[in-house]
């Protein structure tokens, strides 16, 4: 089955940027959507972004909307989030996920990986 596993995450200052990157160590992501999906500090999960298996369509959450690109690299088979102007609030831990569809909601999403730490210094 897909196994997503992320990389990228780290220590950033405000304003700054970073590239998250997600590939899977089991089955392939093509054919998937993939979703990115954060988790602050209060616990509560946003999918911030989504992507279907041929990039045809995208979601942001609005409050990334501007700062926050995901694309996918299907030859590669790997799927990115770059983060440019990343504020305090951005920081969480980043999954990535996927799914049959694009969709709003978390627990739409089928085989999450295990997180990357993404902390934004003031």
């Known amino acids: 089955q897909v196994q997503p596993l992320e990389s990228g995450g780290g220590l950033v200052q405000a304003g700054g940027s970073m590239r998250l990157s997600c590939i899977s160590s089991?089955?392939?992501?093509?054919?998937?959507?993939v979703g990115w999906i954060r988790q602050g500090p209060e616990k509560h999960r946003d999918v911030v972004a989504a992507?279907?298996?041929?990039?045809?369509?995208?979601y942001y959450i609005d409050s990334v909307k501007g700062r926050f690109t995901t694309s996918r690299d299907n030859a590669k088979d790997t799927v990115y989030l770059h983060m440019n102007d990343l504020q305090p609030e951005d920081t969480a831990i980043y999954y990535c996920?996927?799914?049959?569809?694009?969709?709003?909601?978390?627990?739409?999403?089928?085989?999450w990986g295990q997180g990357t730490q993404v902390t934004v210094s003031s």
């Open positions: 089991g089955r392939s992501l093509g054919g998937y959507a």
């Open positions: 992507i279907t298996w041929n990039s045809a369509g995208v």
């Open positions: 996920a996927a799914g049959v569809t694009v969709a709003p909601r978390p627990e739409d999403y089928d085989y």
